[in-house]
DNA sequence: GCCGTTTTCGGCCCGACTGTTTTCAGTCG
């Protein structure tokens, strides 16, 4: 069993065991369990068979004893018993705000509820009332809650929440002359998020609790404190409010921010150190250390400042102590973009307009790749639609001099791995996208040979949206990205961070192993109409989020340099 | 269930809000 797989049953117990009532240090044991294995880098198996599973924080003898038998047999009695012990509907539950581990099982001993429609035809028959910690507001909002996961549970993607946080804060900062800020999931470049933070300093917070409560786009307003107001957005979208003073704003926005896990392992670190931290500051005893910013907190803490995106304590604490943090990649340092179809396949912008439109943006060069001929679904280039487009780039490029235009293709990966074009015409280009588009049903280890044969091509460059995740709607494919990235390593081939807000593949976690492993990385837009070159900023902000700097990132180079590396790509084959 | 320069037991981050209570439990982030 892969550590995946692994990590998923390790979060699966700990949420099991929050149902049955049990310990809940026990439940959070397991969590931090899945989160740390999840990050380290090492070779499961091989800890495994040394014994030395357990060197990894927060795990000791007992979750170490099980992640073994799960390596070597792939089953854990322990886990099914417990699964099976649990209903299936009381995890489906969770999901409905209000409704905790506690009053699910009160529900199940009481009213022997299992289901989400058992719970809603007992509220609708008013037996929720009398329930001991129950009553009718309670037994309204969960009603109301069924229909709220019903209808806009989803997550949204960073993309499609961003415009509406930017709605929010603008037009509440216009009504009253205020600086709002963003902060939460959004701040830190969350690939999906479940709802927008909002932060204000003022010393009127009911004057700004009322205004935001009767914005344009707010739909319901679901709570409302001093400090806090709670809202569901037109859209679906929930939106938070935190209201502080102005004295407190640098600990809240800190604290807004994020991540639950960075915050825990922050609050650790103060506590350590004889002090409290909280969202109104950071205390000795009654006493409060002035800070007037992020960074003189986290300097208070003898960190180095963590800037948001990497706040997620994948490390990044650890880092910041001992002045190791990475100098991130920031959207000014990126040069040029690759991986853009024209209407030579299945773009809709012409090679003409795209470069205008590159040129625009301030970027010196751009890397057209359509796709290739199997791709019939996509028009895919045939031979001398090929030749159609060396001509006129050719011309361009004489023409619109000293911008640069590579010559590239988007080769599918044929299930036995090899690629969609005969060695005369791949060897031609300046370089070559290789991707999976079809066969997605494979199993893990022959797609994987696949992508890594794929990898071996002597004319590939750039590997595309590694996984084929499509966030919210489609699992990645079965691969293993591990042995992926450490052949990328090996043969000194790009793997692309694919920019569209839909893939973000490869994804920022597995961005962090890549980079440790050496592997080089294109943020690419794969453009297909106007809003492609948007999306750099987005891939940007990914990029950050996996630690990327701009050595890493191949888009980075100036157009002479990106000449010089394909051309050694090349002569290496 | 994990962990230890407050070590093998007794902690484990912290506060707001709601709805139920009549001082607090549960949920949430």
Known sequence: MNKEEIVKILNEIAVLLELAGENPFKSRAYETAARNLERTTDDIEGLVKSGEISRIPGIGEAIGKKIETLVTTGHLEYYEKLRASIPPGHLEMLKIPGLGPKKIRTLFQELKIT?????????????????????????????QGIERVKHYQARRLYAEALPDALTLSSLLSEKLSIPVTIAGSLRRGAETVKDIDLLVATHNPHEVGEAFSHLEPVETVTSRGETKVSVVLRSGINSDLRIVSPEEFPYALHHFTGSKEHNTAMRARAKDRGWKMNEYGLFLGDKNIPCHSEEEIFHHLGLDYIPPELRENMGEIEAAERGQLPKLIEEGDIRGVLHIHTTFSDGSLSLEEIVRMARERGYTYIGISDHSQSAYYAGGLKREAIKEQTRLIDELNIKMAPFRIFKGIEADILPDGSLDYEEDILSAFDFVIAAVHSHF?????????????????????????????????????????????????????VIELNANPYRLDISWPNLITAKKMGVKIAINPDIHDVSGFSYMSLGVKIARKGWLEREDCINCLKADEIETFFRKMKARR
């Open 115 to 143: 289901t989400i429609g058992e719970l809603e035809y007992a509220c609708r028959e008013n037996r929720l009332v009398n329930l001991k910690g129950f009553g009718r507001k309670t037994q309204e909002n969960i009603l």
């Open 441 to 493: 049903q494979m199993k893990e280890a022959d797609m994987t040979e696949r992508i890594c044969r794929a990898l071996r091509h002597p004319d590939t460059t750039i590997l595309a949206h590694p996984t084929g995740r499509l966030l919210l709607s489609r699992e990645p494919y079965e691969v293993n990205m591990a042995t992926v990235m450490a052949e990328a390593a090996a043969l000194g081939k």
